[in-house]
């Protein structure tokens, strides 16, 4: 039976950066939280920051396979899902000419093909419910070039469509799709795509008119208003959270 009075949510990658940021909001907000990742040293520090809401599961979701049944758990232990958050990802930062095939389709079966299959595997359940939200993470790499990232544009740029192609089948279903696209936080990926290319970090920042890179919180106040009832009339957008990067000359 559906129970009204709590709520569910998986975030993937959950247990840093972003992902980790997430949840936090949410369980700082009641949602009971199933933060989902592949380290079980970065799992068990999240469930030691966010406490007993916090409800985290070692797996990789690029076993595509396997995440039917991870999903089948997840409803025979907490009996239903309210919201999803895509957020695992991962980067490959390479010339177009170094990128092997298997480097592209590590990165589209991670960013891409397991947000399709694990959205599918929970939506089966989120049908019955007659509600649920589900928010990709896209990225600003899905807005506009950027040079030595083919394969996470690629899988970001899809991301972008997928949240439409999926808010006009599953929002009649009482179920709304959204996605945010984050500008350039200061997380780890950032750092390694950053840090070590001076002249890329200036040139993020210096087309962000805010002037500064964003923090994982403000991911996580966009996710906790997206899956709000606050939202509750918003579906199929791709909502950036860039300091105006996406705007800026
Ligand atoms: P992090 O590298 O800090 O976090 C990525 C998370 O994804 C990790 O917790 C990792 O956990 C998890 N993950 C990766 N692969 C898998 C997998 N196969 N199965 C399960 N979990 C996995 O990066 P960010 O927090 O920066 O990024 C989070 C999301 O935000 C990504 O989708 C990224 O593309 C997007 N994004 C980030 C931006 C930024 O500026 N930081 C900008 C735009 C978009 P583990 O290692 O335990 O598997």
Do not use: W
């Amino acid at each position: 039976m559906y129970d009204n009075n709590k709520r569910v949510a998986i975030v993937t990658g959950g247990g840093s950066g972003i992902g980790l940021a997430i949840a936090q909001k949410f369980v700082d907000n009641g949602i009971e939280t199933i933060v989902i990742g592949r380290n079980e040293k970065k799992l068990s520090d999240a469930k030691q920051l966010l406490g007993e809401r916090c409800h985290p599961i070692n797996h990789d979701v690029s076993d595509l396979a396997s995440l039917p049944s991870l999903v089948d758990n997840i409803i025979r232990d907490f009996g239903q899902i309210d919201i999803l958050v895509n957020n695992a990802g991962i980067n490959m930062k390479k010339d177009f000419t170094e990128t092997t095939d298997e480097d592209f389709q590590q990165v589209i079966n991670t960013n891409l093909t397991a947000v399709f299959s694990l959205s599918r595997a929970v939506v089966k359940h989120m049908i019955p419910q007659g509600k649920g939200s589900i928010i990709n993470i896209s990225s600003m790499a899905a807005q506009y070039g950027m040079p030595r990232v083919i394969s996470y544009s690629a899988s970001k740029a899809a991301i972008d469509g997928i949240t439409r192609a999926m808010a006009v089948e599953l929002s009649p279903k009482g179920i709304r799709i959204n996605a945010i696209a984050p500008g350039f936080i200061a997380t780890a990926m950032t750092a390694v795509a950053l840090d070590s290319d001076p002249e890329r970090k200036n040139k993020a920042l210096g087309r962000t008119p805010m002037g500064h890179l964003g923090q994982p919180s403000d991911i996580g106040d966009a996710a906790l208003f997206l899956c709000s009832d606050a939202a509750k009339y918003i579906t199929g957008v791709i909502l950036p959270v860039d300091g105006g990067n996406s705007i800026g000359f």
